[in-house]
């Protein structure tokens, strides 16, 4: 047909570097792709047309490949060997790429989506945006998704990607499945019924720019499919050990009084605090911000830093990035700025050195150089009402769509690369945007969209896609609901109370005030088992709060679709509701964690593995591969696999210094032996990448009747951080 | 600056038609437009890059624009004279316009957005989506808008736009606000707080393609603003008389005995009804269509509609566009079809006169030959998980992006000139989406929204982009939320139960099928008055129901914006809120219509400009330009200018054909004398555009202590339509 061949005419002049081949029958308008470039074990780039001038995450990422743990994995088939990808480049720079998909396949990620984590037959508008709320717009709207069937796909672009998901069907499709008519006089019984989302064939995703590169990953299972990416992207984030422990932050009124006289309050109580969070209000000017202190608020800034620091506590600033004309930083970033303001501030260009280095220079003789531990990055996220337009221009030409995408990436790698890495400093801290290739960041998502069972699920959709997600909590309207807040919480990657518009403090609702120290003291506890989570994160890939479904064994498919009911007005098209088990979640490698939440406030269900499992507090098996009731008991509930090791400090702390040396005591669960590799080292600089840590291995084997616990130094280039062990607990009777 | 040249540089290159110019201190990247084009008096259009391969709407509108009625109005001065409108073309091929605002100035439109009609600070997306839930995607996202300062613009491509209405600031803007601290440590009484929308003194709208057409509006008022732009469309809709009366959809499953029964139950009952509608279940086979008779449900269509017509009621005809395999049309029209199916169905490319005819000619032969009225085009709007992909194609070259913006049109081209116009035989149907330069197709739009205050919005909004709409009703809660949305559809464009899947009849809710039946009967002797608003609305371009902004001497500003309390989970920015007045409206020439729906469903304000106004059924003064509160008496607020006459047919009908040369009543309100042109034509077919109409012009005039009435013909060239004034009316005592 005449168009056809117009269409192909057209392509074979704007191909790039990808492959050229035809199709099968039908898929003639498109360009086969047929020479993936194999990058690392189980890993492959395409490229597709001119990338040369496209920003790539990759490029930003806080390190490279881990070229050698990456080389130490297996290696795998090319999973599109047989059913090849092709792409489409229309006239107008629309770039689409198909990625063929089958029918019963589960596709699952795409980054911070609340809504849930499995997006098959979904359209989703992978964009940088202010809140979650479905279709595909978030803080993190990271562009890889796992399937089902093995493999991962990263779209490595700057560019606003639109994605459909299992949802579209070309008509030449070999695949297209027989339409079913939604009318008929009589249905045979059995037959299907119509449905609005017939079966589709394909991811097919689209951007509008000059090129795009794609990462195809194998693995041995979905969890060693996350592990590569984020070992491609440089490896996960370690936090320093003070970033574990309990965060509190203040209202954004407080001055220095104020903050002291909240500090004291804990100290009063004997409530665990390691980094008190200091909102806007610290600043001369915020909204747009200046950087600088208010001496008003804080009359001696060092001295104040100084004071805490003497208790271990760690103070972390607040900021946006967007620049007030009263800030000594206004005049040298205008130059170096976009063409439009946000809150009326500049908005500096971090894909250019310069502006990079004004920052961190300021950053660090107002802030490092006084003790700062760390930042807030707030609002790198939208909404559109707020940021720049998607047409503003930057100094260095990047795109506005691109950096509105990756201007949380480009931050983070400003303040982590050029301030604290810089100065051998780890820092941990909160961003408000991410987006792909970014676990090698020490920085921890957030929201103001407060629904809990949401949050929850945010912490499974991170674990999907390299970034880091904090439940924090800010108020509650019931007792119940603030102690099923801070558990949560404190099973989260950032266990913090923020505070800066409620003034909450952890020991606000009087009838759980005991519940919630508990559980921030288990926190405490568990720092030994928890730092040795981020080692592996760092090492190996493997996030340390993560999606049940990187478990072996954990069922994929728990979503349930309930066919729909046709009502005119609630329900006109039949749409079956699909709802998906994501209230649950591993801590660590060995603790499965059921948080009470929203209506389940007191009592829910629990998806238990196949293989046993314990209860974390008595040590009693509590199933093996079935789902359970639990009931609140004030505590939350935890589940341990069998021979688990879990490695805790002997006493409570307030402090995580107080861990320093602190002997262990070792919970063992099950009734087969186990091993544990607690990973140490200094707790504070990146010394680790030199090599500079030690492990202990920790076993417990079977001796006559019982168990016995010994441990072995498996590694010894660095100090102890914990003491030796105290306690060898045998939980399980 | 070095990155301002080259933008510059690369501008030279990419700047098409439009005028070039240096612009003052700061907005050096952009290009100055310093020579918009007059087309007629008060309208002017401007070119930006090559739009020879763009889409315009005003190439799809229904007819080329009334010269004659333009050129008899004002000629005005081009509105931004003074402060000329600029844009800037991107390497990657994004236009931006930029249009100058001031701080104190409302703008209104963007076509059916049924969150409120002013659309200061907002960023809009103006895709056609399936829904509107704000932020700009819409069933009729029209790129229209009216300004509180004089003039209209107009955004004549079929491009998705993204409109950023006075919420973006350059940084180099000579107006750009000086921030206001967030967090000051005190803030001088009176002084102004913190917002998180600044001031900005432009609307940014932007598109990606190679070039776009805009057209700029003055106008005496807004009103004519609006006329200027209908008429430049083409002027607008005028149904067949018998589109006005009731129309009744059946349920889906319904067959031709089952639709004979409900017919029955109309005549037993002695409820009006002109036009039946049958839903998908007509056809073989629906989502996908056939267009083609299911004989097991409608085993003789021609006698099945004949035997209506002999009742004087009319068939109308579900449909959506994609065509299924089953379809005799299937074969012919696969290679006229996009690359991508809509369930599965073909979706036909009717830019291409091969398709149109297709389409036209199976239509004729096997429903326009036996009858049938014309059509409900459905399903024209999305959503993206439902609708062809961005990225497909389709033969004759348009983009995926540009045929989701205007199918609704092409199909209203379609149908309406191909089958109808060609016919010599008027028609009048329902839409599913529809875009600009769309005044002149008798399509009204509908929605599954049924957010019954929405709904009254809606008539608002259609009316300032050149759309119709209707508040169709298909179920309620309560008897009273069915007699109040039965009374707000009977004063709508189209007035419609559809019972697709409910099964609801006039009379399903008992308590109040005395008032229904009232308000409908009203309708149906309201059809002079009626028909004469729709003729203005097709000489003039003024619309017949619309938005109160739109009368002289209505204060443009009912808004109010609540300063909003800072809660760190409710509402972290302090947003305000604005409620707008949006839920009273104009009826005709005369009528103001103030519904009772949602919470006010019993008692309401409603507020009446200028003037003296009357209650409709009592000619008591009801108020001058002041608010009052009305309560529900079973009947619908309604409200007369000073000195009207309203047109009435002398007794109640139950099918417009008994309309015809039946005597008027003429009721008049008010002290003071008045006129009304009465407009007639032989209600059916097209011969009107020939000259065939007739006015006769009705006058009261003060006579002794009283008024008396006469009646006059000013134009003669058709027979009259309805019989001679029987009853003259004074109704104000």
Known sequence: MSYRTKICSALLLLIGLAGQGVLGAGLDDLTMIDNAEKVAPGIWRITIGDVSSELRYTDYAAAPPKMEALN??????????EDPLSFYKSPDNRIMIRIPAAKKESLFGFGLQLDG???????????????????????????FYISSKGYGVF???????????????????????????RNPVKREPGAPGWSSMPDSDAVEAQIVGKGMEVLVFAGDDLQDIVARYNLYCGGGALPPLWGLGFWHRVPAWFNADKCNKEVALF??????????????????????????????????PAAFSGNLLKKGIRLNLWENPYISPEGELYEPMYPLSGSHTVWLG?????????????????????????????????????????????????????????????????????????????????????????????????????????????????????????????PEVRQAKTDREWLNRIQTVCFSPLAQLNGWASGKKPWSYESVVDEVQAVVELRMRLLPYLYTAFSAYQQQGIPPVRAMILEQGF??????????????????????????????????????????????????????PPGNWYDFYTGELAGNGKTITVEADGRMPLFVKEGTLIPMLAENITNSRDAYGMPLEVRHYGKTGGSFDLYEDDGKTFDYEQGAYRIRTLTVSKKDNGFQGSETISRDEAPALFGPVQTWSFMTK
């Open 555 to 608: 069922q994929l498919e728990q979503s349930v679709a309930k066919q729909g009911k046709l009502d005119g007005v609630y329900n006109p098209y039949e749409e079956a509701k699909v709802v998906e088990k994501t209230d649950q979640f591993m801590f660590g490698p060995s603790i499965l964690v059921a948080p009470f939440y929203d209506k389940q406030h007191s009592k829910r269900t629990v998806i238990l």
């Open 72 to 81: 130490a994995k297996s290696d795998l088939v090319y999973p599109f060997a």
């Open 346 to 470: 500049i908005v500096p260009d971090y894909t250019l050195p310069e502006a990079r280095k004004l920052l961190a220079d300021q950053h660090k003789r107002e802030h490092l150089a006084i003790g700062v531990s760390g930042y807030k990055l707030d609002e790198v996220d939208g909404y559109d009402k707020w940021l720049w337009p998607d047409h503003a221009t930057f100094p260095s030409g990047t795109s506005a769509e691109t950096m509105r995408q990756a201007y949380g990436l480009l931050i983070q790698n400003a303040v982590f690369k050029d301030l604290f890495k810089a100065n051998n400093q780890r820092t941990y801290g909160q961003i408000r945007s991410s987006n792909g290739a970014a676990s090698g960041y020490p920085y921890v998502l957030y929201s103001d969209s407060y629904n809990h069972g949401q949050y929850i699920t945010g912490l499974s959709a991170a674990s999907l896609s390299g970034i880091l997600w904090t």
């Open 117 to 143: 984590i499995k997006k098959t037959k979904k359209v989703l508008d992978l964009n940088v945006d202010h809140w979650s709320k479905g279709g595909g717009r978030t803080h993190a709207p990271v562009p």
């Open 267 to 300: 100290e009063e109580k004997g409530f665990p605090l390691d980094v008190l969070g200091l909102e806007p209000g610290w600043q001369t000017y915020s909204y747009p911000c200046t950087f600088e202190w208010q001496k008003l608020r804080f009359p001696d």
């Open 155 to 181: 779209f490595n672009t700057g560019r606003f990607l639109k994605a459909y998901v299992q949802t579209s069907n070309r008509k030449d499709s070999p695949n297209l499945p027989k339409p079913v008519d």
